[in-house]
């Protein structure tokens, strides 16, 4: 059992951390642009650290027209450990909290390795649309942690 900690951050802005949990990503690839330390970031985003307080992982929430297009980073030396699964099951009660009907992801084609991603979202319940979007409803008023 992993002591993972769900840190809102409110304003968000580009910083080392960040950058660390994307490692060798390019921050356009997520439609980020190319920002420099301090660059203010739109939408809602969270950051996870370890017990120990490193940052292994943030969730971003982007709300519109009652959905909300979600981002899962998570720092390469703690992939396959469920941080990630941590990160979207929070997202998705921060979506209930709201009231939002659907959650989804647009994996990028020039991701590294869109087949795992678009596969590990699928396991968590997104299916994929016509448009390129994978897309969870959201069950009202569910909170899956008490974190």
């Known amino acids: 059992m992993h002591a993972w ?15 660390g949990v994307l490692g060798v990503l390019d ?22 650290e370890d017990g120990g307080g490193r940052t292994v992982a943030y969730g971003r929430l982007d709300e519109s027209w009652g959905d909300a297009e979600i981002l899962v980073l998570v720092h390469p030396e703690a992939r396959r450990t469920g941080v990630g699964s941590f990160v979207l099951s929070r997202l998705e009660d921060e979506a209930g909290q709201r009231g939002l009907s659907y959650i989804y992801n647009v994996v990028p084609h020039a991701h ?16 994929g649309n016509d448009v390129g979007e994978l897309r969870k409803p959201v069950p009202a008023g569910v909170v899956h942690h008490s974190r």
């Open 5 to 19: 900690e769900w840190i809102p951050e409110t304003p968000a802005t580009w910083d080392t951390r960040k950058a």
């Open 27 to 48: 921050p356009a690839l997520f439609g980020l642009g190319r920002p420099e330390s301090g660059d203010a970031l739109g939408d809602e985003w969270w950051r996870v």
């Open 112 to 127: 590294p390795d869109p087949e795992q991603v678009t596969d590990w979202l699928a396991t968590h319940g997104f299916v």
